[in-house]
């Protein structure tokens, strides 16, 4: 019997402690939340990476190590549904 397994690729922001892992749909999603939020421009490379990694610039898993603050405020955006 071959049982088959899929690596499921994933973008993980941290701040050092705590992490979130992204697929590249949920990557793209987060950037679009992200570029109508109130720090759209203030973190504009946080953005241009998740929209990177979302269309296959940065290849398979990439790290991204942010401050807590942007991870709070991401992860809450990433749970957030409208």
Known sequence: MFIHYTQIVMLTLTDGVEK???TK???LRLELKLNISPFA???KTIGDIL???ANDVLGEDYTLVINSDQHNYLLYLHVKTN
């Open 20 to 22: 979130l892992s992204l």
């Open 25 to 27: 749909d949920e990557s």
């Open 41 to 43: 421009v203030e973190w």
């Open 51 to 53: 929209f990177e990694y």
